[in-house]
């Protein structure tokens, strides 16, 4: 409802702009090229996004724990098996992309599997099957779509500067306040509804693991040393921020996550509630009679090649 409810803000923002320039013909062109644009990057996201770290794909023979442990998590989310990817960089993050569940793909860094146990890492890679469940590649298509159309028709306004002086929208100080809040306000926007979806994986996520609390303890130790590792990808295109499931380097403000104490909390109160299952329905290596054994406290080698 929340995501509902600012994807009609949103579009709201877009035709009050397009009225304020004075009139449809300029907003539909500017809508229809955004939307072009974003509908390219929707159907080439993964690879696009994929390229963008370098990630090197693997199977149950180049990462049998860390492949294992994804195939037994979209079972239990009951979606279809994700392509599998490591990116080699110290930086501790994971993120999910792909146009649908059936064309999806998750990734983690190998930073992150060497600092996290084997349940806290279910949790993490099960927050990304989070989003894949909830379709939010989907839907953050369409908030860039209309939040691209938005910065582009804010351009063409301050190019143009007029407005229709037929249509009585000729007050170049109200047209250059609409182009300079507009795009501000749909940047607003867009954060607030990455942020409520973040919130919805995190409740997937906890779950499809059924351990809120393992997922809460990646949280608290990854987002620290997510400040402190550089990430190269992140600094390059901060666009790819929104990719993680931890924000980088940017106050909580402008973050594209809500703060992580919060999302904390959240997991904690999950635990301590009704709907989860039982703390033994945890990951585990019984659950998966095929899958090599891992100590519960041991970190995933994603390297080991047994």
């Not at 409802?1 to 949103?10: F, H, Y």
């Given at each position: 409802?929340?995501?509902?409810?600012?994807?009609?803000?949103?579009t709201?923002?877009?035709?009050?702009?397009?009225?304020?320039?004075?009139?449809?013909?300029?907003?539909?062109?500017?809508?229809?090229?955004?939307?072009?644009?974003?509908?390219?990057?929707?159907?080439?996201?993964?690879?696009?996004?994929?390229?963008m770290?370098?990630?090197?794909?693997?199977?149950?023979?180049?990462?049998?724990?860390?492949y294992?442990?994804?195939?037994?998590l979209?079972?239990?989310?009951?979606l279809?098996?994700?392509?599998?990817?490591?990116?080699?960089?110290?930086?501790?993050?994971?993120?999910?992309?792909?146009?649908?569940?059936?064309?999806?793909?998750?990734?983690?860094?190998?930073?992150?599997?060497?600092?996290?146990s084997?349940?806290?890492?279910?949790?993490?890679?099960?927050?990304?099957?989070g989003?894949?469940?909830?379709?939010?590649?989907?839907?953050?298509?369409?908030?860039?779509?209309?939040?691209?159309?938005?910065?582009?028709?804010?351009?063409?306004g301050?190019?143009?500067?007029?407005?229709?002086?037929?249509?009585?929208?000729?007050?170049?100080?109200?047209?250059?306040?609409?182009?300079?809040?507009?795009?501000?306000?749909?940047?607003?926007?867009?954060?607030?509804?990455?942020?409520?979806?973040?919130?919805?994986?995190?409740?997937?996520?906890?779950e499809?693991?059924?351990?809120p609390?393992?997922?809460?303890?990646?949280?608290?130790?990854?987002?620290?040393r997510?400040?402190?590792?550089?990430?190269?990808?992140?600094?390059?295109?901060?666009?790819?921020?929104?990719?993680?499931?931890?924000?980088?380097h940017?106050?909580?403000?402008?973050?594209?996550?809500?703060?992580?104490?919060?999302?904390?909390?959240a997991?904690?109160?999950?635990?301590?509630g009704?709907?989860?299952?039982?703390?033994?329905s945890?990951?585990?290596?019984?659950?998966?009679?095929?899958?090599?054994?891992?100590?519960?406290?041991?970190?995933?080698?994603?390297?080991?090649?047994?």
């Open positions: 409802m929340k995501t509902a409810m600012l994807l009609s803000a949103l709201a923002l877009f035709m009050a702009l397009g009225y304020t320039l004075g009139g449809s013909g300029g907003a539909v062109v500017a809508l229809l090229v955004a939307a072009g644009m974003n509908l390219f990057t929707f159907w080439n996201a993964d690879r696009i996004v994929l390229s770290h370098n990630a090197r794909e693997v199977d149950g023979q180049s990462a049998p724990e860390f294992t442990l994804v195939a037994e979209a079972q239990r989310a009951g279809p098996m994700p392509r599998v990817y490591l990116i080699d960089e110290a930086h501790p993050n994971a993120f999910a992309t792909g146009r649908d569940p059936d064309h999806a793909a998750v990734a983690a860094t190998t930073g992150l599997l060497s600092m996290l084997r349940d806290e890492v279910g949790g993490v890679m099960a927050h990304e099957l989003h894949v469940r909830n379709r939010d590649t989907l839907i953050m298509t369409m908030v860039a779509t209309i939040a691209g159309a938005i910065s582009m028709l804010a351009n063409f301050l190019f143009f500067r007029g407005g229709n002086q037929e249509n009585g929208h000729g007050n170049i100080v109200a047209t250059l306040l609409a182009v300079i809040v507009a795009p501000f306000a749909a940047m607003i926007v867009q954060m607030a509804i990455s942020r409520t979806r973040e919130f919805g994986a995190d409740r997937a996520g906890a499809i693991s059924g351990n609390r393992a997922l809460a303890s990646a949280l608290a130790k990854i987002s620290g997510a400040e402190m590792i550089p990430n190269p990808v992140a600094e390059r295109n901060p666009a790819a921020a929104q990719l993680y499931i931890v924000p980088v940017v106050s909580e403000l402008f973050s594209t996550h809500p703060a992580t104490e919060k999302r904390i909390a997991l904690e109160e999950l635990a301590g009704t709907f989860m299952p039982p703390r033994a945890a990951l585990s290596p019984a659950a998966a009679p095929h899958a090599p054994k891992i100590r519960k406290s041991s970190a995933l080698d994603p390297l080991r090649r047994d």
